[in-house]
């Protein structure tokens, strides 16, 4: 257990659908991430958050909407997907401090199958 | 941020240690030298990290070359539930950590 809860833990959607990822961590750390890993492929950072500011948006489709309403949940919104957005979609999160170094903590992940 | 190389895959016997390699040849003074492992269609778990020194802590130790351009990350004494991809990364700042393709740590009984 890392102290980092995502669910659903697994979401099947169709390509019309609009569904959300959740993301909830109680370590009091002030930023948070979204990655992907599709099959085979290496995680991709996607979002990241800082202080519920958006400062990194790694050329992510519009399709994918993230939200941080405060420091302890992080959201993904997600409509009109793509079948080959099908992927395991990682929240982390990690201490803001003036440390470089500092570890991050994931998620157990959304397996996310698109149809 | 430093390119790293590792095998794609390792095999290690139940008990023996199991030594992963990391090249890093280009690391700069101020890049740490961090290493993460996923298990199975889990999120990847944080091992150890060093920038100078060799490193241990309760899970490994990390020997990293007084050059710098390369590591080794050491679990003692491998159990099955070891067998994971085992990520290494050559960072200065983890607020936009990369990963690459990892070695695959098969431990067998």
């Known amino acids: 257990e890392t102290g980092v809860t995502q669910t659903p833990r697994h979401l099947v959607m169709g390509m019309t659908n609009k569904k959300s990822l959740k993301c909830e961590q109680h370590?009091?750390?002030?930023?948070m991430y979204w990655y992907k890993q599709s099959a085979k492929k290496p995680l991709e950072l996607m979002f990241v958050?800082?202080?519920?500011?958006?400062?990194e948006n790694n050329s992510v489709p519009s399709r994918f909407s993230p939200e941080c309403p405060n420091s302890s949940h992080l959201f993904l919104h997600l409509h009109t997907l793509q079948p080959e957005d099908s992927a395991l979609y990682l929240c982390?999160?990690?201490?803001?401090?003036?440390?470089?170094?500092?570890?991050?903590?994931f998620g157990s992940g959304t397996q996310l199958s698109v149809l | 941020d430093a390119k790293t190389t590792q095998p794609t895959s390792m095999d290690c016997a139940e008990g023996r240690a199991a030594n992963l390699p990391c090249n890093h040849s280009t690391i700069s003074g101020n890049e740490y030298v961090y290493w993460y492992r996923q298990i199975h269609s889990q999120g990847p778990q944080y091992i150890i990290h060093?920038?100078?020194n060799n490193e241990t802590n309760e899970m490994a130790s990390l020997i990293i070359t007084e050059d710098r351009k390369s590591s080794t990350l050491i679990l003692p004494h491998a159990t099955l539930r070891d067998t994971a991809v085992y990520y290494c990364i050559a960072q200065y700042n983890t607020d936009k950590l990369i990963f690459g393709t990892g070695t695959r740590l098969q431990v067998f009984p």
């Open positions: 958050y800082s202080l519920e500011e958006r400062v």
């Open positions: 982390a999160s990690s201490p803001l401090t003036e440390a470089t170094n500092e570890k991050l903590f």
């Open positions: 370590l009091g750390h002030n930023a």
């Open positions: 060093g920038l100078k």
